[in-house]
């Protein structure tokens, strides 16, 4: 371990980063701000790469096994960048209740996918959440940033097309 | 500040309500904005404008109005109708019926059990007030508690009508909150802290998000009052990212609470000082086991530690810690304007109050309830729920989440309080409750349940982290039909070891759904392993 004083730069002139070490700044840079810091970061860049966690790590001094840890222990931080669209399926009580596997199976046979991976041309990442918190609307998900809720199989691949062509 | 300004603050914003004479409120909270709330409250405003009625006709956007499975809703005060599944193209008809009458073909009726048999105290201004309107709050009778406790009461006070209202933890083990706040009164540390636990993470609960969303302001006033009460300066509260609206809505209440200086340094000219800061979950589970949590806001990984020292004596960063549920702290409040004895009314015996529960699955009315402990689950199914869609047959009710159990249709008359789910070997929880009928598999349930606590096992103590692996593979072959004979005693052998052994709450409680699927459907499970058959037609065969 090194010693490092003064300022760290960040691996590049994005000015994303400035986003990060604003937040890092607002904490005092303090070890603590660890899970804060990461937040801004995915939200910044859409997913944490190495390069990044090295940063936050000597920024921070907090050693990269303990930043490793922390991005892999909570589901919320993805260590691989999203598709162009994604599609989070619930899959909490109420939701696996009223037919969420369904929605699933359908969504995997369709885009040829497992949960948690992306297509292979990167247009479409499918995801599942514990618990939205919809479940007066199950079974429910989200495109691309947008909740639905009461769905079938049928619709959420109606869904998910309409995204893809509205984007297009 | 004082408490005439605010109460002047108050009466202004009342009357100037009182002005309108329509006012109409959309819902805003996260389950009608999925149905595009949010567009049709931007039309509603579009067309009052457009109409010139801006003087007579107020529209707002208000908290959850509990009937999440027919939204979007609009309630029409002061003639007190509530439309229900309203389109943004509706607007004009809604308008237009302000003068004509009730329209037929979007009103629900308001008389139905669903509204009839509530009991609102920690929900009484969710659906009423604009959470991002502090005046809102304020004209309600809010931070009107804090005021009085800050000038008029001791700490001891506070504690002593928290006591004597006979309040427990919400979060669902029930822990008597005045007990919990002498404790960490008596600590003698300098340094305390108050966290509220809005890390909501069983799945098939919306309680707490509701709350936050639908009342900010509410959970603040709770929990400065329980800093005043047990001496601590520093609040925080820890939310789920995957919260986003209750994350803003609260964002903005503790930056309008601070302006108004009822959070900050010198709270309504006191001495006493208290700030609240967010910090956000993100994704884990075992976090709302109170020491994983503490570990989280330390920016760590969420492992539990063992437990003395409790959190109550060394906590955050080693300082004595209060960590209570959102609705917990919701209901202080309440009790402290009304008084102790007012809420020891309400409830049974040993359950005082009011509890909020999270009503979904194969149920008509689904949606956010507020009941007074003690009523029947046949009352919450079939009067407030409306009973079970397309004529099925009702076969359980699932309380507590993963850490809960099924209770079965026997036990419909029982009334739902913290002892008689402990004895039926489910638990309260935070108040996720779902219907289930025929339609769902119970084996397959117990292991929906079992691939839910393997997968957020933290991985810090064995019985849990190869424990849940284990029991998820039992209950793989059992509804895959491959099971041995000796399965079932295997699989009871091995809840009894994790039940038993492991760290924290969520091994501990881990078995709870097998365990209690195995008292009361022992016969599914039988007949998957015996005749390969699945009655409810889920479990696929491989033989």
Partial sequence: MYLEFGKISPPSDDKRWRIVEAAMRRHGNNRRALIETLHSLQEAFGYLDEEALQFIARSLRVPMSQVYGVSTFYHFFTLKPQGRHTCVVCTGTACYIKGAPHILTALEQNYHVKPGETTADGELSLLTARCLGSCGLAPAAVFDGTVAGKLTPAESLDRIRRCMDHAA | MLLDELKETAA?????????????????AA????????ALLASLQAEVKQRGLQ?????????CMGLCSAGPLVSVEPAGWLYRGVQPEDAPALVQSLADGPMTRLICPTNQPFFQRQLKVVLENSGRIDPEHLEDYLAVGGYEALFTALTEMTPANVIEQVSRSGLRGRGGAGYPTGLKWTTVAKATAGNKFVICNADEGDPGAFMDRS?????????????ALAGYAVGASQGYIYVRAEYPLAIKRLRTAIRQAERLGVLGNNLCGTRFSFHIDLRL???AFVCGEETALIASIEGKRGSPRPRPPYPAESGLWEAPTLINNVETLASVPAILRKGADWYSAIGTAKSKGTKVFALAGRVNNTGLIEIPMGMTLREIVYEIGGGIPEGKRFKAVQTGGPSGGCVPAQYLDMPVDYESLAQ????MGSGGMIVMDETSCMVDV?????EFCMTESCGKCVPCRVGTVHMHNMLNRITAGTAGDDELALLEELCDLVKSTSLCGLGQTAPNPVISTLH??????????????CAAGVCRMKT
């Fill in chain 2, 12 to 28: 202004a914003e009342q009357e100037a309500q009182q002005q309108y004479q329509h006012r109409l409120q959309v819902c805003v």
């Fill in chain 2, 31 to 38: 389950g009608c904005v999925s149905c595009q709330s949010d």
């Fill in chain 2, 281 to 283: 979950g993100a994704g």
């Fill in chain 2, 424 to 427: 039926l070997g489910s638990i």
């Fill in chain 2, 211 to 223: 709350v936050l969303e639908s009342d900010p302001h509410r959970v603040l006033e709770g929990m």
């Fill in chain 2, 520 to 533: 009361y459907f022992r016969d599914e499970y039988l007949s998957h392993i015996h005749d390969q058959a």
């Fill in chain 2, 55 to 63: 003087q007579t006709c107020q529209v707002k956007g208000v908290g």
């Fill in chain 2, 446 to 450: 117990a292991k929906y349940f079992m």
